[in-house]
């Protein structure tokens, strides 16, 4: 099975701030990679999926880059409604989740 | 609009069964795969199960294998799982959600229901 483990596991920025969350597979999964935003008491959303290309309708302030084993996703200016749990998903063999990244307002 | 909508949820006794089923509705079924995902209170994501457009191909995790099982009605635009042997750690909401591609190999899940409670207590 592949596991994927993201960091941190929380995270306090002020708006504006650049923020940076890493998820590292235990295997290579090339670019098999998508990161999802959930905020509180509603259903996961789809920001990124093969590791770089924006959702449709996402704003461009999302980014995720990274191929093989560590991948990186960053809000290049944090707003107030990007309050939320961050979690990293692949698909390379069936689909693992990261275990999130809670991402709170300083 | 795409809506999925599960229904199904309750409370159940250890060792017992349900049946969870998610209704879809503005886009063609049975073009794309489909998906499972729970999230226990207070807990992350787990990806539960998938299937095919066809239903040629089929995955589950490690937690619920021989015990769930997927299934889609294409006529009817529905999907299933048939939850046994149920445990206190199947506790959890869960999702039905839409993979943007026909196959299990590539899956990214674009749109999501708002889940469906099912509690595992005696």
């Known amino acids: 099975d592949i596991q994927m483990t993201q960091s941190p596991s929380s995270l306090s920025a002020s708006v504006g701030d650049r923020v940076t969350i890493t998820c590292q597979a235990s295997q290579d999964i090339s670019n098999y990679l998508n990161w999802y935003q959930q905020k509180p008491g509603k259903a996961p959303k789809l920001l990124i999926y093969?590791?770089?290309n924006l959702e449709t309708g996402v704003p461009s302030r999302f980014s995720g880059s990274g191929s093989g084993t560590d991948f990186t996703f960053t809000i290049s200016s944090l707003q107030p409604e990007d309050i939320a749990t961050y979690y990293c998903?692949?698909?390379?063999?069936?689909?693992?989740f990261g275990q999130g990244t809670k991402l709170e307002i300083k | 609009e795409v809506q999925l909508v599960e229904s199904g949820g309750g409370l159940v006794q250890p060792g017992r069964s349900l049946r969870l089923s998610c209704a879809a509705s503005?886009?063609?079924?049975?073009?794309?795969?489909m998906h499972w995902v729970r999230q226990a209170p207070g807990k992350g994501l787990e990806w539960v199960s998938g299937?095919?457009?066809?239903?040629?191909?089929?995955g589950y995790a490690d937690s619920v294998k021989g015990r769930f099982t997927i299934s889609r009605d294409n006529a009817k635009n529905s999907l299933y799982l048939q939850m046994n042997s149920l445990r206190a750690e199947d506790t959890a909401l869960y999702y039905c959600a839409k993979d943007n591609t026909h196959d299990l190999a590539v899956a990214a899940l674009d749109y999501w229901g708002q889940g469906t409670l099912v509690t595992v207590s005696s």
């Open positions: 299937i095919s457009w066809n239903s040629g191909s089929i």
């Open positions: 093969d590791a770089s």
């Open positions: 503005g886009f063609t079924f049975d073009d794309y795969a």
């Open positions: 998903q692949q698909y390379d063999n069936l689909l693992t």
